[in-house]
């Protein structure tokens, strides 16, 4: 296959191209970082490299006749910031997450979504905070919720297509983002076995693919609770 992921140089991207780049598949890692792309470069010959800024949006890169079309286009770049004063809303900073984790997919989908052939398949990367909403997460999961909501939608108005989409919401994953949480982020698990579970789903054709199954089942269980119940069990969470 060959695969095209953005958000390459760390955390889940960079699990997922060592990880098919290893079974033998034909990477385009993309990521802002030559250094961290070119030591992506040297680990296989089957990952080339693309460094470009998704916060650019005029500087997305074309793709060359050799490397398409694409068996699976994975956008998996983005960021989590928080807002920790809501009274005091920081609106540039909601701007910029919402800007990398929506904007810029909106952006990768002009650039790419033609490029996948018929019968490929679009992979979006949100998150499981999409369930729930969760203390000074205004802007992540508003974001994440806004990126579901957006692949439902396509994997309706691509099926015509041919094309089919995967949502992939993940629990908590040891990444430099989650390193800079500075509260408990239960059943944890590495980058690797995010992309082990990933890697299975899209090789079971799912069109959603929630992990840990435990912590996401209990997420799921708090979702249904009624939202006044859910407010009043939040905010004891957040004092």
């Not at 789903?201 to 693919?209: F, P």
């Amino acid at each position: 296959m060959r695969i095209m992921i953005t958000g390459a140089t760390s955390g889940i991207g960079k699990a997922l191209t060592l990880a098919y780049a290893q079974a033998g598949h034909q990477i385009i890692a993309c990521g802002r970082n030559h250094e961290k792309l070119n030591e992506l470069a040297a680990v296989s010959p089957n990952i080339e490299t693309l460094c470009f800024d998704l916060s650019e949006y005029g500087s997305y890169p074309s793709l060359s006749p050799e490397q398409v079309p694409l068996d699976l286009l994975m956008l998996n770049a983005g960021d989590c910031e928080y807002i920790d004063d809501a009274l005091a809303f920081d609106a540039k900073r909601f701007e910029k997450i919402i800007n990398i984790n929506l904007i810029s997919v909106a952006y990768c989908l002009q650039a790419w979504l033609p490029q996948i052939k018929p019968m490929g398949r679009l992979v979006l990367i949100s998150s499981s905070a999409q369930f729930l909403p969760l203390s000074r997460a205004e802007a992540y999961g508003a974001s994440k919720a806004a990126l579901t909501y957006l692949g439902r939608t396509l994997a309706i108005d691509l099926a015509k297509h041919q094309i089919q989409v995967t949502l992939v919401h993940p629990g908590f994953v040891d990444t430099p983002l989650t390193k800079r949480n500075r509260f408990a982020m239960p059943m944890l698990i590495t980058s690797e076995q995010a992309a082990t579970n990933i890697i299975l789903g899209l090789e079971k054709g799912q069109s959603e693919i929630a992990f840990p199954k435990l912590f996401i089942f209990l997420i799921r269980c708090l979702a249904i609770l009624p939202q006044g119940l859910w407010r009043r069990l939040a905010l004891r969470m957040s004092s």
